[in-house]
């Protein structure tokens, strides 16, 4: 099903009421940290709060609340390997509705899994969404599910067009919506909403650089579409119609955002806001970080879309953050081969007040003269000066000191 029109301001108010015993109206929290840093006045919609950790369920509920008896019986399907089929899986359930979920067979298990958990079947079925979607139709002509579309469907588009409701319910004085765009359903959603209830209130849209499909077909610059992102869950190829309509019509802009930018928003929201973010859930962010300029001395706000972040992905993100502050260094120090020098390395560090993370010592290396080894070790420091306090502190006790690259462990 293709969309033919977008919902309306009363589609989507009629949606707000429909979904508030099922979804929880999440709170907008002003983020004094963040607003200083950009010069601007920034508020933080946690979608994060949803059962589910993103915003998708308040589509999934108003779409599933428009079923008559013979769709409920039969069941809903639907093709996603993210937020959308955990919050369709999760309310059908509530609901007594059969739903099947359609996943690419690469889908990693425990987003199968967590699926699963909410009551759904998955079916696993070629190695991509578009083949998915094959699977998809074939379910819907032999069984006569209702398919519910992850963003090209009135009902869901206006189930998340209630975020800037709420948004503008709290804080009626916002000038700026931020607002991440994979399929479009949900920029579609808030833009139609926010501007009929506030005209000229200003919606800008983000999309992964690797994902530029909204752009490229509202613009036609011609970009390439694809790759792996750390955005998974604005990573879509193909722009809706009706969603090119509204985004011509009412986007101020659409930005782009690079992978380094997702990143740093995605430990900025950690340690600023002390909140999860996954990287679709980050981009609005990671566009004030590629272009402060764009929001200084506004009222803005920023939709926090979801928290379900890989915990390892995340770790990962936060020791390369600490890497590029200086906080965690890798060091290689040449020293005299002798009993006791690693202790002494271990001592002037300790010193000195810096923490010894990692270890590998070395006699083997061919650029080591045979008299002397090496000591590749990762310490923690407080920044840029105290490491190399320390480098200088190992330096004057006759200890040959390189800086490691973070990336390759390499000499920088």
């Not at 920029?187 to 999309?207: C, N």
């Not at 930018?261 to 999860?276: F, G, N, P, V, W």
Request: net charge negative.
């Amino acid at each position: 099903m293709t969309v033919d029109r977008p919902p309306t301001l009363s589609d989507i108010e009629a949606a707000a009421a429909t979904i508030r015993p099922h979804v929880v109206r999440t709170p907008l929290i002003a983020a004094p940290i963040l607003s200083a840093r950009f010069g601007a006045e920034i508020w933080v919609k946690y979608e994060t709060f949803q059962v589910t950790g993103a915003f998708k369920e308040r589509g999934a509920v108003n779409r599933l609340a428009s079923l008559d008896e013979t769709e409920r019986q039969r069941g809903v399907v639907t093709l996603s390997a993210g937020n959308h089929a955990q919050a369709l899986a999760c309310h059908a359930s509530r609901l007594g509705i059969p739903a099947t979920i359609v996943m690419p067979r690469t889908t990693p298990f425990t987003k199968v899994a967590n699926t699963e958990r909410f009551g759904a079947r998955v079916v696993l079925e070629g190695a991509s969404i578009a083949e998915c979607r094959e699977a998809v139709d074939a379910l819907v002509a032999r069984d006569g599910l209702t398919l519910v579309h992850p963003y090209d469907d009135r009902q869901v588009m206006a189930g998340q067009g209630t975020i800037a409701l709420e948004m503008l319910d709290d804080a009626p004085d916002l000038d700026c919506l931020i607002v991440p765009i994979g399929g479009g359903g949900l920029i579609t959603g808030i833009a139609v909403a926010a501007q009929e209830r506030k005209p000229g209130l200003e919606i800008i849209g983000v999309q992964s650089a690797l994902y530029p499909s909204i752009r490229v077909a509202a613009e036609g610059d011609g970009a390439a579409v694809g790759g792996d992102t750390l955005a998974e869950g604005i990573a879509v190829k193909a722009a809706s119609p009706t969603v090119l309509d509204v985004v011509r019509e009412r986007a101020r802009a659409i930005l782009t955002v690079a992978e380094s930018d997702i990143e740093a928003a995605i430990y900025a929201y950690l340690m600023d806001q002390k909140t999860l973010a996954e990287g679709a859930g980050a981009a609005g962010l990671a566009a004030l970080l590629a272009e402060p300029e764009l929001v200084r001395g506004r009222r803005v706000g920023l939709v926090l879309t979801g928290g379900n972040i890989d915990p390892r992905l995340l770790s990962a993100i936060a020791v390369r953050a600490l890497e590029r502050d200086d906080r965690i260094v890798s060091l290689r120090i040449a020293v005299r081969d002798r009993p006791g020098e690693l202790g002494r390395i271990a001592t002037i560090i300790g010193a000195q007040g810096a923490n010894i993370l990692e270890v590998s010592h070395q006699r083997m290396l061919l650029d080591v003269p045979a008299m002397r080894a090496t000591a590749d070790i990762t310490i923690e420091t407080r920044d840029r000066a105290h490491a190399d306090r320390v480098i200088a502190a190992l330096e004057a006790e006759d200890m040959s000191v390189v800086r490691l690259d973070p990336v390759t462990r390499s000499e920088a």
